[in-house]
């Protein structure tokens, strides 16, 4: 079987299995963006610098988590180690390590895209002062930023999650928070720099150059977990 085919057919799999996960990613997008429409107004001045760099933090580590479907079994990974298992089985059926890649690089785009597009629509239509001062284009602009930075970022999280066992996956997700954390922190209170409140203002005043570094990193992420990856799951204990 050709890489694409066992990707396609292991993306398929995954998606028809978990039905309910995949909505919950849209449920929580949404609710997401219905909480947190006070970026905005922060983007504009209105609020606190606390509350702004809040919102990078939100924004760095929650966006690129709705690139993955989420139930009761991904909550008991760290447990029980579901993700090792699974793979375990996977790897006893005719399919390229190379098509599990592709196969949860596709899932992922799979359900980051209708996220992130409810989550900035919803901003948008929800916001009449963020509709009066950034056009459409440039917000389009914006939100594929975030767009490309999640699915380069999520790289990362599948990394963890096909390389390492349920509790390992969890302890590096937890450091990753505790470093965005921080470096959000600094930043904000040093040099006084707001991710959302730059990458807004910048692509208000048609400089696409953030989008076009996203985009980049997007590819070389993409391209580096599909060369990497496989190296990992080839050498990886699927013991527990």
């Known amino acids: 079987m050709k890489a694409w085919q066992g990707a396609w057919h292991i993306a398929k799999h995954e998606i028809r299995r978990k039905p309910l996960g995949s909505l919950f990613t849209l449920f929580f997008s949404g609710y997401m963006a219905l909480t947190t429409y006070q970026q905005f107004d922060s983007s504009t001045g209105h609020e ?30 760290w447990r029980e180690d579901t993700n090792t298992r699974r793979l375990a089985q996977w790897r006893t059926i005719p399919i390229p390590v190379a098509s599990i890649v592709l196969g949860r690089m596709l899932q992922m785009v799979f359900h980051l895209l209708p996220a992130m597009i409810l989550y900035f629509t919803i901003q948008y239509v929800t916001h009449p002062e963020l509709r009066t001062s950034t056009h459409l284009g440039h917000y389009f602009l914006f939100g594929l930023f975030w ?3 999640a699915l380069g970022m999520a790289v990362v999280y599948l990394y963890l999650e096909l390389g390492y066992s349920g509790k390992q996956y969890l302890l590096f997700t937890i450091l990753i928070f505790f470093i ?21 203002e910048a692509e ?36 527990k």
């Open 48 to 77: 606190t610098g606390g509350i702004i760099s809040m919102m990078d933090f939100l924004m760095l580590t929650v966006f690129p988590v709705l690139a993955f479907s989420y139930n009761r079994m991904t909550f008991r990974c």
């Open 147 to 149: 767009f490309f930075y």
């Open 180 to 200: 965005i954390g921080i470096v959000t922190t600094v930043i904000a209170i040093g040099p006084h720099i707001h991710l959302v409140r730059k990458v807004l």
């Open 204 to 239: 208000a005043d048609g400089q696409w150059g953030y989008t076009a570094v996203s985009l980049l990193f997007s590819a070389v992420m993409l391209f580096s977990g599909y060369k990497i990856i496989p190296v990992r799951l080839r050498n990886r204990s699927y013991l």
